[in-house]
């Protein structure tokens, strides 16, 4: 690609890189990759607008060319990238046989059921649970909920295929998820693999800007380091009921204002 690209397949990559890249921090995080000077744009405002501007001025320095192969390397499967590239797309994966439909998550009995076509798709997820397995019941009964709310998720338990490297594995689902919610716990700050991927998202979004890291407590656990500052969901020691209010709230982004006046602190 360079400067005279066309306006159709400029246009095409402002909507592809505004829907990968959500926040301001992944696109300071791009831009500085692909060698742009940070300095000329103006990163304020949603998505969409951002990237008009990143996208227009990468035109300018004739940089089109080194945002599209950036971006690439966070998402080497994305078919826009791929065409504005001139690489050619992979090919379809065989066709598996459905999967039998999963019993309701451990630890509340009485998790809703499945919606309808639970299957991942491809290309980006909205979420990549990370987990130890002593909490693997708590991160199922998460997926669940978030995904029965119009979220997708990627967690080992359902999507890492027997056969295949669990380290890859684990890189792909972080590259195609917008968002690492992290179940906190004692294991999961002993946990060798769990560093590494709540790590992956801090380095995205370190000031905490767009939300990329979620950590939700499910046991009894000071957060360490880095992670100490961070907000996390509180859904040890809840009821179910609260803890869905809870984790739906933070992953839209929600303020804490409860439904009911506060009773009065005075006489």
């Known amino acids: 690609m360079n400067g005279d690209r066309d306006r159709e397949d400029l246009a095409r990559l ?41 996208v227009d001025e990468a035109d300018k320095q004739k940089r089109v060319g080194a945002l599209v192969s950036v971006a690439l390397n966070d998402y080497p499967h994305d078919e826009v990238l791929l065409a504005l590239a001139g690489r050619p797309a992979p090919a379809p994966a065989p066709a598996l ?12 009995p009485a998790a809703p059921a499945a919606p309808e076509g639970a299957a991942v798709p491809k290309g980006p997820v909205d979420f990549f649970v990370s987990y130890t397995q002593a909490d693997r019941a708590w991160a199922e009964w998460i997926a669940w909920v978030l995904e029965e709310a119009g979220w997708t998720c990627i967690l080992q338990a359902w999507d890492f295929a027997p056969g295949r490297s669990f380290v890859q594995a684990m890189h792909d689902a ?4 917008r968002r690492v919610l992290a179940v906190l716990s004692p294991d999961y700050f002993r946990s060798g693999f769990a560093t590494p991927e709540w790590q992956h998202a801090f380095a995205r979004d370190p000031r905490g800007e767009a ?40 992953a839209r982004g929600e303020r804490g204002k409860p439904a009911a006046r506060p009773d009065f602190p005075g006489r």
């Open 14 to 54: 402002r909507d592809t890189l505004s829907n990968l890249y959500r926040g301001r921090a992944d696109a300071e995080r791009v831009v500085s990759d692909a060698g742009l000077d940070l300095d000329r744009l103006d990163l304020d405002g949603g998505a969409k607008n951002r990237w008009h501007r990143i």
């Open 174 to 177: 972080l590259i195609r998820a």
């Open 97 to 108: 046989a459905p999967v039998a439909a999963r019993a309701a998550p451990a630890p509340f």
């Open 211 to 250: 939300g990329t890291l979620l950590p939700v407590r499910v046991r009894e656990v000071d957060p360490p380091g880095l992670t100490a500052p961070i907000v996390y969901v509180d859904a040890f020691g809840k009821d179910e009921a609260t803890a869905i209010t809870l984790l739906l709230s933070a």
